[in-house]
């Protein structure tokens, strides 16, 4: 089993909207509907920020969601703020496993 | 508000076990949901360990799962995880987590603050 395929950096300036990709196959991103997104910053612990690949947990801001086409699934945050500045990691059911994606840094400009 | 805490040594030498321990407070674990275990090397990405219902039933990433054992302690409400045979590779912030109520769903919603697992002679 291989980690699911992240961009390794992606950046935006205030108040654009940045899309991450993660990249897997028919055997975890693309055979399910069970991709999840975290983000961390630095010295802390991941956060949930999407589940079943576009549903928000309670406290995340609408300006993020998340989709899926194929074996391709996608974060867009839009009206980038500052406290986006963080790591994002993509993660997928892979019947009887469970599989991260490599990760992305997201610079804001 | 659910709280996961880890425990464990800082420091285990080359060949040797280690064993980590996730206590849970403000949710009892017997109310459902899988509980897991995410490392991730210093500098790296996540990496998927393991996963149980309070039940026992457990899920292992295939590439690790030789080497380890996940338990539940249902009366103590904590977790645990045994890694044998570590080599510095091992070396990693180790999470434990709260995922989903079906394995399948895969996603963790509540995670631990991380402890640091060094192997070193």
């Known amino acids: 089993q291989s980690a699911l395929t992240q961009p390794r950096s992606v950046s935006g300036s205030p108040g654009q909207s940045v899309t991450i990709s993660c990249t897997g196959t028919?055997?975890?991103?693309?055979?399910?509907?069970?991709v999840s997104w975290y983000q961390q910053h630095p010295g802390k612990a991941p956060k949930l920020m999407i589940y079943?690949?576009?549903k928000r947990p309670s406290g995340v801001p609408d300006r993020v969601s998340g989709s899926k086409s194929g074996n391709t699934a996608s974060l867009t945050i839009s009206g980038l703020q500052a406290e986006d500045e963080a790591d994002y990691y993509c993660?997928?059911?892979?019947?009887?496993?469970?599989?991260f994606g490599g990760g992305t840094k997201l610079t804001v400009l | 508000q659910v709280q996961l805490q880890e425990s464990g040594p800082g420091l285990v030498k080359p060949s040797e076990t280690v064993s980590l321990t996730c206590t849970v407070s403000?949710?009892?674990?017997?109310?459902?949901?899988?509980w897991g275990w995410i490392r991730q090397p210093p500098g790296k990405g996540l990496e998927w360990i393991a996963s149980?219902?309070?039940?026992?039933?457990?899920y292992y990433n295939p590439s690790l799962k030789s080497r380890v054992t996940i338990s539940v302690d249902t009366s103590k409400n904590h977790f645990s995880l045994r890694l044998n045979s570590v080599t510095a590779a091992d070396t990693a912030v180790y999470y434990c987590?709260?995922?989903?109520?079906?394995?399948?769903?895969?996603?963790?919603?509540?995670w631990g603050q991380g402890t640091l697992v060094t192997v070193s002679s």
């Open positions: 987590a709260r995922g989903s109520i079906g394995f399948w769903s895969a996603y963790f919603g509540y």
């Open positions: 403000g949710y009892s674990m017997t109310s459902g949901y899988y």
């Open positions: 149980i219902f309070h039940s026992g039933s457990t």
């Open positions: 028919s055997s975890d991103v693309g055979g399910y509907n069970y």
């Open positions: 079943d690949v576009s």
């Open positions: 993660c997928s059911y892979a019947g009887s496993y469970v599989v």
